[in-house]
């Protein structure tokens, strides 16, 4: 079992800047990646970015210029850094961990999710 936890959620004004942090715990020696995504209120959870093992990142288009996910000391810390933060960024922001289980499998974790409030 693998532990998610998303922390760095906040208010913060339109064209601010805001850094999520997530850290998976537990059995992570077989972490292939680690993702973020989102869901605003009515709305479907959707992509923002990932960053796998051997650092290859990808991003949504509608975030990709503004946000960054980075590795932290470790393997098992990314960071999400959100710059020009518009309105439409409002939402819970969740951490996904992906492990694989074998070469065509993998077991995704989630963590609760933080919130980001944009303000205009």
């Known amino acids: 079992q693998v532990q998610v936890v998303e922390t760095g959620g906040g208010l913060v004004q339109a064209g601010g800047s805001l850094r999520l942090s997530c850290v998976a715990s537990g059995n992570t020696v077989n972490l292939n990646g680690i993702a973020w995504y989102r869901q605003a209120p009515g709305k479907k959870r959707e992509f923002v970015a990932d960053i796998k093992r051997d650092d290859n990142t990808d991003y949504s288009e509608s975030v990709k210029d503004r946000f960054i996910i980075l590795r932290g000391d470790n393997q098992n810390t990314v960071y999400l850094q959100m710059n020009s933060l518009k309105v439409e960024d409002t939402a819970v922001y969740y951490c996904?961990?992906?492990?694989?289980?074998?070469?065509?499998?993998?077991?995704?974790?989630w963590g609760t999710g933080t919130q980001v409030t944009v303000s205009s």
């Open positions: 996904s961990a992906r492990t694989l289980v074998d070469d065509t499998s993998f077991s995704v974790y």
